[in-house]
């Protein structure tokens, strides 16, 4: 049986069963565990260096009523990092390959920025689709294509985090069989080959970061208009 490149992006079955909830719910038992005593190890050490500069820099544009988003805006980041990193390694399943897992994450919380902003200053919130000093014939036309904007806003979160993982699987993929197949044909290609997966692996590493970033950048950036 041949198969398709695509059919490493399919939910694993075990018995009938999908696998994608043990998939998602797996990065939280690799978190480590704060300790009892005074003095941390250096994972937990490394982890609260990372999570603080982290969120110092991400909040540092909103004003303090966004910092209540700092706890949710760390765990998101670090799980979607851990899902993405996990899905470099062989015989495993990157759960944000799917889109309706991405938009399951990005449509709550971009609705509930959205909330919060008509919540608390409604006329700020509806200003965002009419720019100020427009032209009184353009104004139904700029409230149409902002009100679009404003709603295309989750689907491009989910879009663009599965677009990315997705494009760098499928790369590796078509190295690692190229590699397999010049082996015993011409060695020296397929050398040539692998170290450039090799720099491939590695740039997709820093792909599976840069996009949990980007993902809870434009998060932050969305509830800074509307706090």
Known sequence: MVLSFFDQFMSPVLLGIPLIALAITLPWTLFPAP???????????????FIGGFTSQLLLPLNPAG?????????????????????????????????SLNLGLAVPLWLATVIIGMR?????????????????????????????????????????????LTA??????????AA????????????LTTTVLFLLTL???????????VFVLLLSLY?????
């Open 223 to 227: 509830l800074q208009e509307n706090v």
């Open 67 to 99: 910092h209540k988003w700092a706890i949710l805006f760390a765990s998101l980041m670090l799980y979607i990092i851990s899902i993405n990193m996990l899905g470099l390694l062989p015989y495993t399943f990157t759960p944000t390959t799917q889109l």
């Open 168 to 177: 760098g699987h499928l790369l590796i993929q078509l190295l690692a069989t």
């Open 35 to 49: 300790v009892s005593r005074w003095l941390n190890n250096r994972m937990v050490s490394l982890q609260g260096w």
């Open 120 to 164: 608390n200053q409604p006329t700020i919130a509806l200003g965002h689709l009419l720019p100020e000093g427009t032209p009184t014939p353009l104004i139904p036309v700029l409230i149409i294509i902002e009100t679009i904007s404003l709603f295309i806003r989750p689907l491009a979160l989910g879009v663009r985090l599965t677009a990315n």
């Open 203 to 213: 740039l997709e590493i820093a792909v599976a970061m840069i996009q949990a970033y």
């Open 180 to 191: 397999f197949v010049l082996l015993s044909l011409m060695p020296v290609v397929a050398i």
